[in-house]
């Protein structure tokens, strides 16, 4: 038996096969798909690791590679 998936923004159940076509997966629409993405172009999400020590000074040696998100949290 397939389990139904539940929509991560507004957690209704839905069954849990991406279907051909159906590109909102893994949201039950294409409206919380976009309420997902506007959540991570706000900064509700972000993705946060550890830099290691000689990437960041790499990337301090090379200012114009990454974008300023990531030198900001460098030169902090
Ligand atoms: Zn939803």
Redesign the pocket.
């Known amino acids: 038996m397939i389990q139904p998936h539940h ?1 991560p ?2 957690e ?1 159940a839905f069954p849990a096969r991406a279907e051909p076509g159906v590109s909102s997966f893994p ?3 294409e409206r ?1 798909r976009k309420v997902d993405l506007l959540r991570w172009c706000d900064g509700r999400y972000a993705i946060v690791e550890d830099i290691d020590p000689q990437v960041a000074q790499f990337l301090k040696d090379n200012p114009g590679l990454p974008g300023p998100r990531e030198r900001n949290a460098i030169s902090e």
């Open positions: 929509c923004v507004c209704k949201f039950c629409s919380c």
